[in-house]
């Protein structure tokens, strides 16, 4: 496997608050390793569903739980890991948020939103917790989002 460009890895505890910082880190990260905006809204769209699954489902807000998250740029790619110490899940048995019975449900589209934005989400059981990979290309035209994420809220365009 080729080594990365630039790589930075985070723990966070499993609590509401770090959702937060965890925005604040990966915001750092654009700053720092000069991401541009039009790819980092794919990056950090599909990284905050993650996280946010990772603390409230897989660790269900357990604060003696923690989330790590590395974040690694390659020539043509992003690679994001988020890593909980959950009891795991099957994809495939999430319900589709788009059938007529899951539209007014209040959770259940972070999955929908990873897979639709990143070229690839893969996810592995490990021996303490589940492993979220996901991978986004780069790109020179990436589609932009219609409204900017700053505030934590995005409508794809």
Same mark, same amino acid.
């Given at each position: 496997?080729?080594?990365?460009?630039?790589?930075?890895?985070?723990?966070?505890?499993?609590?509401?608050?770090?959702?937060?910082? +965890? *925005?604040?880190?990966?915001?750092?990260?654009? #700053?720092?390793?000069?991401?541009?905006?039009? /790819?980092?809204? %794919?990056?950090? $769209?599909?990284?905050?569903?993650?996280?946010?699954?990772?603390?409230?489902?897989?660790?269900?807000?357990?604060?003696?739980?923690?989330?790590?998250?590395?974040?690694?740029?390659?020539?043509?790619?992003?690679?994001?890991?988020?890593?909980?110490?959950?009891?795991? +899940? *099957?994809?495939?048995?999430?319900?589709?948020? #788009?059938?007529?019975?899951?539209?007014?449900? /209040?959770?259940? %589209?972070?999955? $929908?939103?990873?897979?639709?934005?990143?070229?690839?989400?893969?996810?592995?059981?490990?021996?303490?917790?589940?492993?979220?990979?996901?991978?986004?290309?780069?790109?020179?035209?990436?589609?932009?989002?219609?409204?900017?994420?700053?505030?934590?809220?995005?409508?794809?365009?």
């Amino acid at each position: 496997m080729t080594k990365p460009i630039k790589e930075a890895h985070n723990e966070f505890v499993s609590a509401i608050d770090s959702i937060r910082e +965890f *925005e604040r880190w990966f915001f750092s990260l654009k #700053r720092r390793f000069k991401i541009p905006a039009r /790819e980092f809204d %794919r990056i950090y $769209l599909a990284s905050n569903e993650a996280f946010i699954n990772a603390i409230i489902h897989g660790n269900k807000l357990d604060p003696e739980k923690k989330v790590s998250v590395a974040f690694k740029e390659f020539k043509h790619i992003y690679r994001i890991e988020v890593q909980d110490q959950g009891g795991g +899940f *099957e994809p495939g048995q999430v319900p589709d948020p #788009r059938e007529d019975e899951n539209l007014l449900k /209040e959770s259940g %589209r972070g999955l $929908l939103i990873m897979t639709e934005i990143a070229d690839e989400v893969k996810f592995y059981k490990e021996k303490e917790g589940l492993r979220v990979k996901i991978k986004i290309k780069k790109r020179s035209g990436a589609h932009k989002l219609s409204r900017p994420i700053a505030n934590g809220g995005a409508t794809a365009g």
